[in-house]
């Protein structure tokens, strides 16, 4: 039996990450490694990490190995293996299973450098579930918002500079929501404060996976 085009699709994809394992590697690489500089730079010196500095460093080092690991969905596509997929499945088959494995590997990476990072640099977490539902929130963001950016960059010479100008107003209002409710859960303040955070940014994870499908087909096609 025929696999969905979805799931050929996703195979696809795992296979290419499992044969060019220096791309997760890498990034795994740059999680550790920046996490271990925080530790020399802080904790290393018998400083204590204040909970904004631990905040914000947390989802600094979380968008820079977003934007490492999703700005290359497309950039790295060649045209004739473009062209063949044209011809295998549609446009909104292709960006679907572009934003589940980005999806995927987001979240991957985001427990991931929540694990090497509170391990090294302590956990102050009041409300972990509120952090986690957060994390869960922010990371499917970032995969959507750079999925589609670098679908955008693509059709535009895979210009670097072009990403990094496109990806800061859109991912400015995601940082925003992430670190406010990030800081109320480390805060452990009543969930209920948080009511209208949550919301705000499950409707931009809305809005950015409506964009991705509505535009890529156009984009796809010129």
């Known amino acids: 039996m025929r696999n969905h085009p979805i799931l050929a699709l996703l195979k696809k994809e795992f296979l290419l990450e499992w044969r060019q394992k220096y791309a997760l590697n890498g990034i795994l690489l740059y999680v550790v490694g920046t996490v271990f ?20 460093l947390y989802w600094i080092i979380l968008l820079f190995s977003a934007l490492h690991a ?6 790295q596509e060649r045209a004739g293996r473009t062209l063949y997929y044209y011809s295998l499945a549609s446009p909104i088959h292709i960006i679907l299973a572009k934003l589940i494995y980005n999806s995927l590997l987001m979240l991957l990476l985001s427990f991931f450098a929540l694990l090497v990072y509170a ?15 957060t994390l869960v929130l922010g990371s499917l963001g970032f995969a959507g918002a750079f999925t589609l950016l670098s679908g955008i960059v693509s059709k535009a010479g895979n210009n670097a500079t072009l990403m990094a100008i496109l990806s800061f107003p859109v991912i400015l209002p995601f ?6 409710l990030s800081k109320n859960a480390i805060d452990g303040l009543d969930r209920a404060s948080s009511f209208d955070e949550i919301l705000v940014l499950i409707s931009l994870n809305a809005i950015t996976f409506a964009l991705s499908l509505l535009l890529f087909p156009f984009l796809w096609r010129s």
């Open 119 to 133: 391990t090294v640099l302590g956990n102050p977490i009041g409300d972990l579930g509120l952090f986690l539902l």
């Open 37 to 56: 500089i925080c530790y020399l730079s802080f904790s290393g010196r018998g400083n204590s990490v204040g909970i904004p500095t631990w905040n914000a």
């Open 70 to 75: 999703i700005s290359k969905s497309f950039i």
């Open 175 to 180: 940082l925003l929501m992430v670190m406010k």
